[in-house]
């Protein structure tokens, strides 16, 4: 599986941005997919997850409310909406693709795509 993130940019606090991850090479049923991001100087952390199958999803706390993430059957490719961004969301984003049983452990993840750089002002 390759992965591509997309949908980066500058936004102003309180501004919503959308961030997209495509698929190629082996569509993404029956795992799950991730977000995960990476602040400077700070570690790789968990941001949502959705299962392809059902849609379950799961979200860390700082987004959980502002965050939605969703998926595109047809297109194999999955989403998250960022509102009410804030400059603590500033980071680059990537997407990560894993197993059944993957969910807010970036070590359950087998595929990462290369990141996208999200940068929000005060």
């Known amino acids: 599986v390759q992965l591509q993130a997309s949908g980066g940019g500058l936004v102003q606090a309180g501004g919503s941005l959308r961030l997209s991850c495509a698929a190629s090479?082996?569509?993404?049923?029956?795992?799950?997919v991730g977000w995960f991001r990476q602040a400077p100087g700070k570690e790789r952390e968990f941001v949502a997850r959705i299962m392809w199958s059902g849609s379950s999803t799961l979200y860390a706390d700082s987004v959980n409310g502002r965050f939605t993430i969703s998926r595109d059957s047809a297109k194999n490719a999955v989403y998250l909406q960022m509102n009410s961004l804030k400059p603590e969301d500033t980071a680059v984003y990537y997407c990560a693709a894993g197993g059944v049983y993957a969910a807010a452990y970036a070590g359950h993840y087998n595929y990462w795509g290369q990141g996208t750089l999200v940068t929000v002002s005060s």
């Open positions: 090479g082996r569509a993404f049923s029956s795992s799950a």
